[in-house]
């Protein structure tokens, strides 16, 4: 059966719970409100890189992050066409248009694994993942792998 890796970034004190989706029902994320559980993952480990320091204030902290890489059965994955993203959807930050859809798609568990657009890397794609799909407690995770962290990143003049 056909696969498709995707690649997890977390901070080595979440990494237990790196799948439980409990950061982004807390805090709400691109594609989900807060109050619904999601797991974000990105099509390569460079994208999760990237995706990661957008979001840093100390690039220091790269040092603490552990990544993860999965595979899924691509019969699990739906791919979301750029045509059918809301008007919106790409807004920074994230607004109510992508996080309606998102939480649709999660909430009628049409699929485990929902392929959408990064607003950070064009022609590049991350995957939201439903802990709550029935198919998602069959994912087999490895274990985690310290970040390799290139010192040029950390000193970085922005």
Do not use: C
Not at 134 to 147: N, V
């Amino acid at each position: 059966m056909p696969t498709q890796t995707v690649w997890r970034l977390t901070r080595r004190t979440y990494a237990d719970d790196a799948f439980s989706g409990e950061g982004a029902r807390q805090y709400g994320g691109r594609f989900n409100s807060s109050g619904t559980p999601a797991v974000y993952a990105a099509e390569s480990l460079a994208l999760a890189l990237v995706e990661t320091l957008v979001g840093l204030i100390d690039y220091e902290d790269l040092y603490e992050y552990v990544f993860f890489r999965v595979e899924l059965n691509a019969s699990d994955v739906d791919a979301l066409p750029p045509a059918d993203l809301p008007d919106g959807w790409d807004a920074r930050p994230p607004g109510a248009a992508s996080r309606q859809l998102g939480d649709a798609w999660l909430s009628e568990k049409r699929s485990m694994a929902l392929r959408v657009p990064s607003v950070v890397v064009p022609y590049s794609f991350n995957y939201v993942l439903n802990p709550e799909h029935p198919a998602f407690r069959e994912i087999e995770l490895a274990a985690s792998e310290t970040l390799p962290v290139d010192p040029r990143l950390v000193h970085l003049d922005v």
